[in-house]
C-alpha cells in the first residue's frame, strides 16, 4: 500500500468507526490479503488498523464526556460494545513512543537494572514512558557503559530496591520469552530514532513471532526498496532487543546475518519462536476438531 491508499483506508475506517469492524472486513475493502495490509498499514500509520480504530473511538469518548456527564452513554456512542472494553483500551499501548534523537536523552531520567537471563547478563532501562534500553553484556559496568553512552545526557539511577512492579511485570515477561515460553511480548518501548529507524522498528513489530524476513522484503514493506542497506544499519541500531525483535531479520540466502548480541543468541531466539509457533498451531487445530 501506498501512503495515499493508507491515507484513504484510514478516513474509510474513521467513516464507519461505530461498526464492529475486523481486519478481514478492511481486506476486502481494499482487496489485500489480511497480513499484507496489517503490515503496510503499520509500517505507514505505526500503530495496527484496529489500534488505529481504538484510537478513534477512544478520541470520540472523550469528547462525549466533556459534552454529557452521563459515562456508560459516552462509552456507547464512542462504539464500545460495553463498559469494560474503554477500560481495557484507556490503558493500552500504541506503538512506540519517540525521544528527540538529537537530544542524547536531555530531561529524561532512566532507571536500570540487571539480571541474568537464560541467554545470560541483561540490563534493561526504561524511562516513565516504558523500555529504552533492553542488551545483554558481560559485565554490569560494560552494560552501564553502553546505556551512558546510548543516552549521555540522560539522568541514569539505578532501579529502587525492591523495584517497582512494573519492573517485575517486564522481567518476567522477558524471561518467559527467552525461555521460549512466550512469543508475543507487548513491552512499552521509548526509544531514540530517527525517523527512517522508527519506520523500520514499527515494521519489524508486525512481523509475527515464528517468521522471518530479508533485509529487502523490510525495505519493500516499509515502501523503500532500495534501502536495503539502511534497514540493515537500523536493526544493529536497535537498543532495545526482543521488544524491537530485529532477530527476524535475515539474510536473503537464509543465513541469519548479523546480530550485535550475538548469533548464538539470534539463533536460539527464532528457533525458540519457531517451536512456540508449531505448538500454539497444533493446540489451535486440535482444539477446532
Known amino acids: 500500500m501506498t501512503a495515499r491508499e493508507v491515507e484513504e483506508l484510514c478516513n474509510w475506517i474513521g467513516q464507519h468507526k461505530d461498526s464492529s469492524l475486523t481486519l478481514a472486513d478492511l481486506s476486502r475493502h481494499t482487496g489485500l490479503?489480511?497480513?499484507?495490509?496489517?503490515?503496510?498499514?503499520?509500517?505507514?500509520?505505526?500503530?495496527?488498523p484496529r489500534q488505529y480504530l481504538e484510537s478513534l473511538?477512544?478520541?470520540?469518548?472523550?469528547?462525549?464526556?466533556?459534552?454529557?456527564?452521563?459515562?456508560?452513554?459516552?462509552?456507547?456512542?464512542?462504539?464500545?460494545?460495553?463498559?469494560?472494553?474503554?477500560y481495557e483500551k484507556t490503558g493500552a499501548h500504541l506503538g512506540m513512543t519517540p525521544m528527540d534523537y538529537r537530544g542524547g536523552g536531555i530531561g529524561i531520567e532512566i532507571s536500570y537494572a540487571t539480571e541474568q537471563t537464560p541467554l545470560g547478563l541483561m540490563m534493561i532501562g526504561a524511562t516513565d514512558r516504558g523500555l529504552c534500553f533492553i542488551q545483554?553484556?558481560?559485565s554490569k559496568e560494560a552494560l552501564l557503559d553502553l546505556?551512558?553512552?546510548?543516552?549521555p545526557r540522560a539522568t541514569l539511577t539505578p532501579m529502587p530496591d525492591p523495584p517497582s512492579p512494573e519492573y517485575r511485570q517486564w522481567m518476567d515477561a522477558l524471561n518467559a520469552y527467552l525461555s521460549g515460553h512466550k512469543t508475543d511480548l507487548q513491552l512499552p518501548v521509548h526509544v531514540r530514532a530517527t525517523a527512517f529507524q522508527m519506520k523500520v522498528w514499527k515494521y519489524l513489530q508486525t512481523i509475527p513471532a515464528g517468521s522471518v524476513e530479508s533485509y529487502r522484503e523490510v525495505a519493500e514493506g516499509i515502501g523503500e526498496p532500495k534501502a536495503t542497506r539502511a534497514v540493515a544499519r537500523a536493526c544493529a541500531s536497535n537498543t532495545v532487543a526482543m521488544a524491537i525483535p530485529c532477530h527476524r531479520v535475515i539474510r536473503a540466502t537464509g543465513s541469519l546475518g548479523g546480530y550485535r548480541w550475538g548469533l548464538e543468541r539470534k539463533r536460539v531466539l527464532i528457533a525458540n519462536e519457531k517451536r512456540e509457533a508449531?505448538?500454539?498451531?497444533?493446540?489451535?487445530?486440535?482444539?477446532?476438531r
Open 147 to 151: 546505556l551512558a553512552e546510548e543516552y
Open 57 to 86: 473511538r477512544l478520541n470520540d469518548f472523550k469528547q462525549n464526556l466533556r459534552d454529557q456527564t452521563d459515562v456508560t452513554t459516552a462509552i456507547y456512542n464512542a462504539g464500545f460494545s460495553s463498559p469494560s472494553r474503554i
Open 278 to 288: 508449531r505448538t500454539n498451531e497444533s493446540h489451535a487445530g486440535t482444539q477446532r
Open 136 to 138: 545483554f553484556g558481560e
Open 33 to 48: 490479503s489480511p497480513a499484507h495490509l496489517q503490515r503496510s498499514f503499520k509500517a505507514v500509520v505505526g500503530v495496527s
